[in-house]
């Protein structure tokens, strides 16, 4: 059993999308084993995108690539530098408002999350994910022009290792709970039989 963090980011809850982000996970089979309102700061924010030290070269790496693809010539070739400037522009976004915070457990929890939620650039994004579906005219294009952060609705913890840190700078130990549901049975129990 794996667990992996979920964050409703602030557009999300101000587009009304908590239930609708809530159903898609919930209906995948996963256990909702954490969940609260929480006004971030600046320094979760960073705390919680530099646990990989090598996160600002990735993501960095990672607009260059979707500029390329569409034959377009990125605004900076450098993916460090753009690496940190995506960060100033995450904590001004991830502290625009209360966010939904939230564990979810169950088999291949972090990959089986990723997958529900799309990748990173809504735009391009699978339809039938939640940020290709309910973001998609969203593209690192118009977060450049505005100088601001990709609005992609959710978070969703990249490993069981990452999970696992990111897990502690949002909840304390008793806030995560270790419960049954009479529906896991049918999920995991080899002998189940009506
Ligand atoms: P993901 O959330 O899909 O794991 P990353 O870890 O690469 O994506 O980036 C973290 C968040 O930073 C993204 O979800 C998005 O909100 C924002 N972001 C990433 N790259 C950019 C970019 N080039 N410009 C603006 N915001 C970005
Ligand atoms: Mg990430």
């Known amino acids: 059993m794996e667990k992996t963090l979920v964050i409703i980011k602030p557009d999300g809850v101000q587009r009304n999308l908590i239930g609708e982000i809530i159903c898609r996970l919930e209906r995948s089979g996963l256990k909702l084993v954490g969940m609260k309102l929480v006004q971030a700061d600046d320094k979760m924010v960073e705390k919680h995108y530099t646990i990989d030290p090598s996160w600002l070269k990735t ?9 390329k693809e569409k034959g377009l010539e990125p605004p900076n070739n450098d993916p460090v530098a753009v690496g940190k400037d995506v960060l100033k522009r995450l904590k001004n976004f991830m502290t625009a408002g209360p966010v939904v915070a939230m564990v979810w457990e169950g088999n291949a929890a972090v990959s089986l ?65 270790d419960y049954n549901l009479a529906r896991d049975t049918i999920l995991y129990d080899a002998n189940w039989r009506v």
């Open 113 to 177: 999350v990723r997958k529900i939620c799309g990748s990173t650039e809504p735009f391009s994004a699978a339809i039938g994910t939640i940020r290709g579906d309910l973001s998609p005219i969203e593209t690192y294009q118009m977060a450049d022009l505005a100088n601001r952060a990709i609005r992609n609705l959710v978070h969703a913890s990249g490993t069981v290792a990452e999970a696992e840190k990111e897990i502690v700078i949002w909840f304390k130990k008793d806030e995560i709970w």
């Open 59 to 67: 993501v960095g790496v990672k607009a260059i690539e979707s500029y």
